[in-house]
């Protein structure tokens, strides 16, 4: 049985190689680390080796799996990089992509290991103004589970090139001095600075972008582990702020106008209805569009057509379906044998919502929320008209009348609703007829549209 100590990576490779010179196999070998390794082999690491003709080399991606696994704190690490070196170069060159081979899956668990604990260094290192003989410095305490601070030590460098500072770990330290990064022995935390004014800002900025409508707590603990709590600033806030998570979200819902209801007055009486309409701020769509867009047609009509929202064009002329795919509409109910003037047209939310593209109002499909807000205009334009049957065109509007996601394609045609006091009949909204990517598509969406009208006024 032969000792072999090593102390990192450089010192595992010199180390393997020339066992591996030697055909030495992993069962032979006794690998035990040490605090300082004096291993001078007379083997450069880079050099190449001259191996027996039966040992082959080992794939290029070893490497950069080795120097990962070799920072991980797992003491059986060196023995399975030499296990995972042997069997490379003797017979199984791609055994490293094998995820059923226990070696090869142990050692990429280490590296994705070590990686983490890299990413959770960048995330979680936080440094406190510290004064000494020749200035400013700043010093960070950090306890990484793994030997990743050599690793981690130049993104700091690059980040923080302008400033004097260190950052301790209980395995090692680093020190930055503006031009050179010296490496020296691990130190407790009592070392670092308890405390710095600067601080208190950090903590304040933190509550005050903490969003208390999406506390995932398994989520924030996957990112930001317990065990580095103590080194955190922000830490000592989190359970409080996830405490107080449904009192804000409840104040903020209160704050918030989330329905149309309190705006509708309590009248069958249309034109008073369009009235107050016109004043709603249900929502906030209310204030960048330029006019709220109500219903048009005859009260007694047979057949309702709801739509999305209104459009640029409806949002000028404050009727519905007078744009680009109102006379889509206009067409399809012609050939459907519909009478438009016969029709109650109207949307399900009733302001324009869109965004602004280089100083160009473009259309923007209203949220949930805003479905939710309108609803209760949609209800009562629907009581005053009680018609037959509702041709639902589009998504937005099924959702509105349904109360649930649709997907137009596969639901297609007459729905149940039993809640509805009408026939419901899902259809295109005639803008899918312009958005159709080739004159073949376009064509089917339109004669699905033609069709779906032409069964609506059948009585669904």
């Keep these: 049985m032969i000792d072999a100590a090593v102390d990192d990576y450089a010192g595992w490779r010199r180390r393997a190689w020339d066992l591996l010179r030697a055909q030495v196999a992993p069962d032979d070998v006794r690998w035990r680390g040490v605090d300082q390794a004096q291993l001078d082999l007379g083997l450069d690491a880079d050099q190449p080796v001259a191996l027996a003709t039966r040992v082959g080399a080992p794939p290029p991606a070893f490497r950069p799996l080795a120097e990962q696994v070799a920072l991980h704190r797992d003491p059986g690490r060196w023995a399975l990089l030499y296990r995972l070196l042997w069997r490379l170069t003797h017979g199984e060159p791609l055994l490293i992509d094998h995820d059923l081979d226990e070696d090869a899956r142990r050692a990429s668990a280490m590296a994705k290991a070590v990686k983490r604990d890299i990413y ?81 800002l950090w903590i ?131 050939d459907a044998g519909i009478d438009r003037l016969r029709t109650y047209l109207t949307n399900a939310v009733k302001h324009f ?49 349904l109360g649930r996601a649709v997907a137009v394609t596969r639901e297609r045609g007459p729905v149940d609703a039993p809640h509805v006091r009408a026939r419901v009949i899902v259809t295109f909204h005639p803008s899918a007829v312009l958005r159709a990517p080739d004159p073949a598509s376009r064509d089917a969406t339109y004669r699905a549209l033609v069709d779906d009208l032409r069964l609506a006024a059948a009585g669904g």
Aim: aromatic share 8%; hydrophobic share 45%.
């Design 120 to 200: 959770w260094m960048y995330a979680h290192v936080r440094f406190r103004r510290a004064i000494d003989a020749d200035g400013e410095r700043w010093v960070a305490w950090h306890a990484p589970e793994h030997d990743v601070l050599a690793a981690a030590a130049p993104f700091f460098v690059d980040r923080f090139g302008g400033q004097r500072w260190a950052i301790l770990t209980p395995g090692r330290s680093c020190w930055w001095d503006g031009a050179t990064l010296t490496f020296g022995a691990g130190v407790g935390r009592e070392a670092a600075p308890v405390e710095d004014a600067v601080e208190d």
């Design 204 to 334: 304040t900025y933190y509550a005050s972008i903490y969003n208390p409508a999406r506390p995932k707590p398994r989520a924030m603990l996957a990112q930001m582990p317990r065990r580095h709590w103590a080194t955190l600033p922000e830490a000592a806030q989190i359970d409080a702020l996830m405490e107080a998570s449904a009192a804000r979200v409840a104040a903020m819902r209160d704050a918030q106008p989330d329905s149309a209801a309190r705006f509708v007055p309590a009248t069958a009486d249309w034109p008073a209805l369009r009235d107050a309409a016109a004043g709603c701020r249900g929502c906030e769509l209310c204030g960048p569009a330029t006019r709220t867009v109500f219903g048009a047609g005859p009260l007694d009509a047979a057949l309702v057509l709801v739509g999305e929202q209104p459009g640029e064009d409806e949002d000028r002329t404050g009727r519905p379906f007078t744009g680009p795919a109102g006379q889509v509409l206009d067409r399809a109910l012609a």
């Design 353 to 401: 919502r869109f965004q602004l593209v280089r100083g160009m109002r473009q259309h923007k499909s209203p949220g949930g929320a805003h479905i939710n807000a309108c609803r209760p205009w949609l209800e009562a334009e629907l009581a005053i008209v009680r018609p037959r049957v509702i041709a639902c065109l589009g998504a937005t509007a099924a959702k509105a009348i």
